[in-house]
């Protein structure tokens, strides 16, 4: 079992930042990619960023490219995501989780641990 606890969300003004932190433990995180997703009231689950294994390889939704970077350091099983000008949009609970593969992965299907959740909001 992996168990992973998101922490740093709060309510931000509109063109803030915050950083997420993710601390994984159980079972082997460093060998796997791992990646954040984010739902919003009444919508789905949608993907925001995901990194490999490696931390050598990133991939972004169209909507937080430029704006968030996802990098994550293996020796302390900890994956992060900066997020800078946030916008009300980006307003949702944000999930980090570890796939069961070492590359990028984009589908929430490709991901087999998540954690709770925390909640973000920026206001205009």
């Known amino acids: 079992q992996v168990q992973l606890v998101e922490s740093g969300g709060g309510l931000v003004q509109a063109g803030g930042s915050l950083r997420l932190s993710c601390a994984a433990s159980?079972?082997?995180?460093?060998?796997?990619?791992t990646g954040w997703f984010r739902q919003a009231s009444g919508k789905e689950r949608e993907f925001v960023a995901g990194?490999?294994?490696?931390?050598?390889?990133?991939y972004y939704a169209d909507s937080v490219t430029g704006r968030f970077t996802i990098s994550r350091d293996n020796a302390t099983n900890t994956v992060y995501l900066q997020m800078n000008s946030l916008k009300p949009e980006d307003t949702a609970v944000y999930y980090c989780?570890?796939?069961?593969?070492?590359?990028?992965?984009?589908?929430?299907?490709?991901?087999?641990?998540w954690g709770r959740g925390t909640q973000v909001a920026v206001s205009s």
């Open positions: 989780n570890r796939s069961s593969q070492s590359g990028v992965r984009v589908r929430s299907s490709e991901y087999d641990y």
């Open positions: 159980g079972q082997s995180f460093s060998s796997y990619a």
């Open positions: 990194i490999s294994w490696s931390g050598d390889y990133t």
